[in-house]
């Protein structure tokens, strides 16, 4: 039965990623967190993670000016990310979920809340590594790579799949930082490889389904939906503990 619920979860954070484009270890790590430590929830989610979010980051065809654009916020969210997961690493499972659910909740109420706003070029080339550096600095004791990454890079005026594939370059670079930090910490062995690599298929499973009802469905809506039940998962998870 806890297997169901856990496979259950990555279907349904591949779906999510299929409609929005985001949100496998958000979603993941958001309901993972109620049934194990999250230091457990996050190494189980490393290979979903990866593998969805590299099928996103190659899906597009400017890989390479987004590398030379945006490599001083990558460069920043792994160092804050290896210099963090100590703090998810060292077990504090009650500290750790209330901060993840704080985190999930002022992503939700960001995302809901904020207007469209554009970051300048000139401003962009200065908050690239401060946004990069708090990124890394939220997944390290989170596991959740959204805060504040994802409203940075909707606010630089990039293009549809441009954006995609910029958001899929993040948060690969933010899995592979976590995997890093997590092994460098001792939370992170060849033992969670098998049920991490068996969490792959429903994820995958639930992307196809997310981008087949990408068609069907307004996306606006279903984002809507999606941000609510986050906020509503990241309030009892704070509360909780």
Wanted: net charge positive.
């Amino acid at each position: 039965m806890w297997w169901l619920i856990v496979l259950g979860t990555f279907f349904l954070a591949g779906c999510v990623k299929g409609v929005t484009g985001m949100g496998l270890p958000t979603v993941a790590m958001g309901v993972l967190a109620a049934l194990m430590s999250p230091a457990w929830a996050a190494a189980l989610l490393l290979l979903p993670s990866l593998v969805t979010n590299v099928l996103q980051l190659v899906s597009g065809g400017q890989l390479s000016a987004l590398l030379r654009r945006l490599w001083p916020m990558q460069l920043a969210v792994v160092a804050g990310t290896l210099l963090a997961s100590a703090w998810l690493a060292g077990g504090a499972a009650d500290g750790t979920a209330r901060l993840l659910g704080i985190a999930l909740v002022l992503y939700a109420l960001v995302t809901l809340l904020s207007r469209p706003f554009r970051v300048s070029p000139a401003l962009e080339r200065v908050l690239a590594p401060v946004v990069g550096g708090i990124t890394g600095v939220v997944t390290g004791v989170t596991g959740v790579f959204v805060i504040p990454a994802v409203p940075f890079l909707q606010a630089l005026g990039l293009q549809r799949d441009a954006l995609v594939q910029a958001l899929g370059l993040s948060f690969t670079v933010s899995t592979l930082a976590l995997a890093a930090g997590l092994a460098l910490h001792g939370a992170l062995s060849v033992g969670h490889l098998l049920p991490s690599s068996i969490a792959v298929l429903p994820a995958l499973a639930g992307m196809w389904l997310g981008q087949r009802l990408r068609q069907r469905i307004r996306p606006a809506a279903f984002r809507t939906g999606f941000l609510i039940c986050l906020l509503l998962l990241g309030l009892e998870l704070a509360w909780r503990g």
